[in-house]
């Protein structure tokens, strides 16, 4: 069987452009989902233990791990004048962003990231091999969330 060519088999370009509107709630991107693994590396990042920040940071909502969103805003607690305040410890959902799996088909990349962020088609062109490696590294994430008590 042929390999399906990828829409973005010529790579795609993307520069972080410190806009912050990818730490804004919007739709169903609404929280900023946290595996262990990232809640321990935050854990470290303020000196806390894994439950101390858990406690103090986060929400299980379904069975999933999210950080704290302020309550008279939908933005990211960690977002400080359209910057990450954590930049050096955010975890894999911000780490990988555009490269989500479930924003990698050509409609929805138009539709949901290219109209949506200032970085899409300016600086690094990413390669596909790239792409994917970014793309399975979020989706890994995803799949160790599930597999939390």
């Given at each position: 069987?042929?390999?399906?060519?990828?829409?973005?088999?010529?790579?795609?370009?993307?520069?972080c452009?410190?806009?912050?509107?990818?730490?804004?709630?919007?739709?169903?991107?609404?929280?900023?989902?946290?595996?262990?693994?990232?809640?321990?590396?935050?854990?470290?990042?303020?000196?806390?233990?894994?439950t101390?920040?858990?406690?103090?940071?986060?929400?299980?909502?379904?069975?999933?791990?999210?950080?704290?969103?302020?309550?008279?805003?939908?933005?990211?607690?960690?977002?400080?004048?359209?910057?990450?305040?954590?930049?050096?410890?955010?975890?894999?959902?911000?780490r990988?962003?555009?490269?989500?799996?479930?924003?990698?088909?050509?409609?929805?990349?138009?539709?949901?990231?290219?109209?949506?962020?200032?970085?899409?088609?300016?600086?690094?062109?990413?390669?596909?091999?790239?792409?994917?490696?970014?793309?399975?590294?979020?989706?890994?994430?995803?799949?160790?969330?599930?597999?939390?008590?």
């Amino acid at each position: 069987m042929a390999k399906t060519k990828k829409w973005y088999k010529e790579g795609l370009r993307f520069q972080c452009q410190g806009s912050g509107k990818c730490c804004v709630s919007r739709g169903e991107y609404g929280y900023v989902y946290l595996d262990k693994k990232d809640r321990q590396k935050f854990a470290d990042y303020f000196q806390l233990s894994l439950t101390e920040f858990t406690t103090q940071y986060c929400t299980k909502t379904e069975g999933y791990y999210h950080l704290n969103t302020l309550s008279d805003q939908e933005e990211c607690l960690f977002l400080k004048d359209n910057k990450c305040s954590v930049y050096e410890a955010r975890p894999t959902q911000c780490r990988t962003w555009p490269f989500w799996p479930e924003v990698l088909s050509a409609k929805t990349w138009q539709k949901e990231v290219a109209a949506f962020c200032p970085g899409i088609g300016k600086g690094k062109l990413y390669k596909e091999s790239e792409i994917e490696g970014i793309a399975n590294e979020q989706f890994l994430s995803e799949a160790m969330m599930e597999k939390e008590p």
